[in-house]
């Protein structure tokens, strides 16, 4: 399997996306997600969840708490839906 091409991507320790800056997933990173995981949703989740354990864990390695929207930024926009034949 190759890892998603995506051109916006987030950085700890406060995951803001390093080419528009927005909170990361900016809304570019979930348009270019949903269309490299368009066969396979649920493996776009398994891949966020991991993004967010990374993400909780960087916040608390540099003293901070995480956002409240946190899960909402990372898991809360994917859609549950059927893949593509």
């Known amino acids: ?9 987030g950085v700890g320790p406060d995951w803001d996306c390093v080419a528009c800056t927005q ?8 348009e270019e997600l ?5 066969r396979f949703p649920s493996s776009l989740t398994i ?4 993004y967010l354990s990374q993400a909780i864990e960087d916040y608390g390695a540099h003293g901070k708490m995480p956002p ?13 839906t059927n893949p593509a034949p």
């Open 1 to 9: 399997m190759s890892w998603p091409a995506i051109t916006h991507v």
């Open 23 to 30: 909170p990361w997933p900016c809304a570019q990173a979930k």
């Open 34 to 38: 949903l269309v490299e995981f368009k």
């Open 47 to 50: 891949y966020m969840s991991a």
């Open 68 to 80: 409240p929207d946190l899960w909402d930024r990372f898991i809360g926009w994917i859609k549950a």
